[in-house]
Every structure is written in C-alpha cells, then in structure tokens.
T-cell receptor
Framework: DAGVIQSPRHEVTEMGQEVTLRCKPI?????LFWYRQTMMRGLELLIY????????DSGMPEDRFSAKMPNASFSTLKIQPSEPRDSAVYFC????????????FGPGTRLTVT | DAKTTQPNSMESNEEEPVHLPCNHS???????IHWYRQLPSQGPEYVIH???SNVNNRMASLAIAEDRKSSTLILHRATLRDAAVYYC???????????FGKGTRLSVIA
C-alpha cells in the first residue's frame, strides 16, 4: 500500500488567497483525521471523520477553515482566506475500526502564508 | 484524555538500550497506552500500545507498571535512525483522535 497520500507537499501563498490541501487515506480505512503542527502549539487535531461523516470539528480554528470528505478515498481541507498565522505543517492520518486502531500519517503539507 | 508526563529530552549512545519513561497517574481503567514517534520532517508513526501486560514488537517493548500509573518504552539497541520525538498517549479503544503532548526528544550519539 502507498500509505496516506497528501498533496501538495509544499505550498507557498499570499495572505488572502484560498488554499486547498488534499488527502487520500489508506484503502479500507474508515476514519480520517486532520492535524496541524506548529512550533508554538505542537500537534493538534483540527477535525476527524468516521465513515465520511464529520464527527468532531471543534479544533477547526475559525470559519475560514473547512473540511470535506466526499467519499472514502478523498478529503480536502480548505482555508479561505489564508493568513500568515495559518503557516504550519498539516498532517492527514487514517485508521480502521477493525484492528488495532493505529493511525497512519501522511508526509504532511508544509504551508507558508506570506 | 488523561494527561501524560514525559521528560523533554534524553540522550543515548548508539547500540545501547534506551528507556523512555512516561507518567500517567490519572489513567482510567479503559485507557490504552500508545506510543508514537516523529522522525525529523516526517509525520508521526505508530510504535506500540498496551493495556496492562508488557508488549513486544519488532520496533520496541512496552513495560507497564503494575498500577498502570507509569510505563516505559524500551528500544533495545538505539540506532541513529531512532532519533525522534517520542509521544506517550492515553487513548481508549475507540477510534478516536490522538492528543499529543510535547513528547521526549531522543538524541542518539554515534
């Protein structure tokens, strides 16, 4: 298996622009998680889905952030408009209800907003 | 999720065993103890988890205190590739998000 796939790996954008991050979970996994990592706050959960349904989005910073999971093999995290404080590494992870519940993380998207 | 306490950093010589401690005095009866690690410029990766008994896998061993208020991740022979931040996380069996603390930054010296 290719593991969790994220794109793009790096994104540099100007303040005010829309940013879309993409994630393809491991085939057969039914839970998907979006995390963000910064030096100040460490790794924190933004939102997670189970069977394509958002379960907990309490970590989403504000209305500028939105996430969708239209099917079991694809999810997006959108920031509109982006701000410099959104600069971070965004990780997607997936796991299965059947098994040991280990979460498998993607390589992350490094977002820089200037 | 219950809180865990880990040392900020540890250092080990290559090819020696490493014992990474974690305190979780408020652990509940249904909490599993999970360990993840994050290598430089990579996403976190699962290492091991356990409930009450000690556990072994190809990556590491997990020793759990009898009262479950602490645990130790054991790397039997540290390599340079084991240099990473190690996170001890309490989690029930449900497929819920991970709550990361600051972890322990392990440095391995050649």
């Amino acid at each position: 298996d290719a593991g969790v796939i994220q794109s793009p790996r790096h994104e540099v954008t100007e303040m005010g622009q829309e940013v879309t991050l993409r994630c393809k979970p491991i085939s057969g996994h039914n839970s998907l998680f979006w995390y963000r990592q910064t030096m100040m706050r460490g790794l924190e959960l933004l939102i997670y889905f189970n069977n394509n349904v958002p379960i907990d989005d309490s970590g989403m910073p504000e209305d500028r952030f939105s996430a969708k999971m239209p099917n079991a093999s694809f999810s997006t995290l959108k920031i509109q408009p982006s701000e410099p404080r959104d600069s971070a590494v965004y990780f997607c992870a997936s796991s299965s209800d059947r098994g040991g519940y280990e979460q498998y993380f993607g390589p992350g998207t490094r977002l820089t907003v200037t | 999720d219950a809180k865990t306490t880990q040392p900020n950093s540890m250092e080990s010589n290559e090819e020696e065993p490493v014992h990474l401690p974690c305190n979780h005095s408020t652990i509940s009866g249904t909490d599993y103890i999970h360990w993840y690690r994050q290598l430089p410029s990579q996403g976190p990766e699962y290492v091991i988890h356990g409930l009450t008994s000690n556990v072994n896998n190809r990556m590491a061993s997990l020793a759990i205190a009898e009262d479950r208020k602490s645990s130790t991740l054991i790397l039997h022979r540290a390599t340079l590739r084991d240099a990473a931040v190690y996170y001890c996380i309490l989690r029930d069996l449900l497929n819920t998000p991970l709550v990361f603390g600051k972890g322990t930054r392990l440095s391995v010296i050649a």
